[in-house]
Structures are given as C-alpha cells and as structure tokens.
C-alpha cells in the first residue's frame, strides 16, 4: 500500500520495494522517507529507473531529479523548522555509495543541532558511519523483488571500508523504524508537498 | 586574465573575484578549479548569479547548475582516473556553507585513495575541517571586488563550529595553491572540456 493516492505499481530503491515510503513522484523522480534519519525530516530523492550513476541519468532525469531536491528541500526545511540543508550524494561505490541507485541525501539542519555529537559537521560522520548505512539497513528491514530480506545487495567491500571508526551515536532514532511509522511519516510529507509552490 | 578564451567579464565566487580558475561557463553555471584540493580535481561548481541557498535558484539554474554538475564531474573523473564522485552542497551557513554563494563540491575518488587517512568517508572530514573551509583559504588568498584580501566574508561561526575536532592532514596539497597553479589545471580542464560530449 501507498501513502500516496492512487499509486498502483510498486517503487522501488536499488532492488528494495519501498512504496510505501514514497511521499512525492514525478514521472521520473521519487522521494521518500528514510528508514534511519540521521536527523529529522532525512529523506532521499532519486529517479524512477534504477541506475547506479548519475552520468547515467538522462538530462531530462537529471533537471527533474535536482528540481526536485530544491523543491523536496524547502519543504523538509519548513515543515521540520530547520533553516539549512545538506544535500549529498555518494555517486559510485568508491564514494560510499552502499545501494546502486542513484540517491540524493537531503538533511534539514538547524543551529546547534548536532552539538551534542560533535557540531555541525558531525552529520557526515552519521551519513557514513554504520548509521547511514542503507544497504545494511533496507537488507535488514525493506522487501526486495525476490521477497526474500536477506538477500545481498550494493557494493558492501567499498561501502564498509572506514565505517567502523566512528562512534556509534546512542539515540533512539538511530534504530530503524516501523513500516507504519515511515508510512505515517510519507503521508504527512505528501500532504506538505501540496502546499509547496510548483518553483 | 581568464584560462577561458574570449573571457572578458570578471567572474565572482562570493564576493572573490576567480576568473583565473573558472574552466567552464554556461550562460548560468561557471565551473572552478579549488584552492586547496582535498583530492586532485576537487572542483567547485556555482551559479553566476551569487545567491546563497538552492531555493534562490531558479528552475532554469538549477537545472543548469546540476547538468553542470554530471558532465563536469564525468569530466574529473575521466582524467584524473578516478571511478567514483563525491556531490555534496552545504546548502546554507548551519549545513556548514562557509562562501554564502551555492556551490556543489565535486570530487573525484578512486578505491583506496583515502586509507592513509581513514578510509573511503575521511573525505567528509577533509571538507569539512579546516582544509575545506573555502571561506578562509580564498579569505587569504583571493581578491575581493574591494580588491582586499582581508575582508570578512561568510559565516564563519558556523562554518567553524565543529572543524577543529577532526586530524589536521599533513600533506602539501593542502596548502593554497598560488595563482599560476590554478590558472594551469583550469586551461587543462578548459581542454578537457572540449572534448567531453554535451549530454
């Protein structure tokens, strides 16, 4: 099921069904909410096809995808009151990439939100450490095509390679959430998307 | 003087004038060689209109800007032999934008290119300590339009919260690169270019 009306065939994320996480679509692009936000309001924009690079994307995907972060953006921005973005993507499995499909992370920043592990720029050690780890979290949690979880996806030799040196923050939301909470979530940012002007 | 042929006006990042490292234009998007790489071809691409967060874009620019974005970066990635990209925009002053001028920080990456340092992610450590801070290495090194290299500019509280924490890099790339450095990789890149397919 969707959070989205009307939404019939199943989305997916690298080779995770992930439908009822989406909260907007175009005809080439997705959002949808993450499984361990590092902060809140961390959600993901990627395209409708699944290819592993952005010099994949055609340029059409290309403008869509980015419109859509700008767009994505300012609406976590103003619905989780934040007043900066990190916007990032890991393009390639040397880069971190852990699922291949092309994904952009859009983190919603405010003042001092991170002092308490380290400052500001302590959002990329989550993004990289264990925590953002989405291969390793959507292999634990999300159903692939073959309906089996288990299944081994994404370049995890290049994706682990450092992780394991930072700390591991001890918070709550670092425990991956409950389909209905990521559901709830998509729902509610779906509803934002409405009142979000078109440019 | 400009590494571009048949470049007249200055161009500016921030309030720095960097005609001597831009290599690419578009009628929107300018491209620009880095004053302390953190890995060889760590790029910066930017809007030519100095706006500081992606929703003062227009859609036209942001599209602009992130096709920008893939062909320069398979650009950098084809001739520095690398096979993976970074993409990150710090998207205001409490992401860690330190220039109040949107730029996408591209930087090329290859297996194993980080391990002396900690491994694949250490590049978020590098952009972000003191080596990455753009504000205070082009404070110190390029010319403003007041043409005083000393003029505050940026945020630097934000910028600065949190950069000390990490290990200070001892390596040479991480000294400014002087002028003639720049302009020398940007006529390369200007080649390269050339050379790359428009889509």
Redesign the interface.
Known sequence: MSALKGATVPIYFGSFIVTSQVFHTTPLTFALVNLKPILPGHVLVSPRRVVPR??D???AE??D???T??RV??MV?RVYG????????????????SVPHVHAHI?P???A???HV????????L???DEGDLGKAFKNSVPTEEGDQSIEVGNGS??N???S??PVVDNDARKPRDEEDMRAEAEMLAREMENEPL?
């Open positions: 952005v010099t994307l055609t340029p290309t403008s995808l980015f419109l972060v700008r953006g300012r921005e934040a007043t900066s973005l990190n916007i990032a993507i890991q393009d390639g499995a040397h880069a971190g990439q983190i920043r405010k003042a939100d991170l002092d380290g400052g500001t720029d302590a959002v990329y050690d993004l990289d450490g290049a994706a390679s450092g992780r040196r930072f440019d």
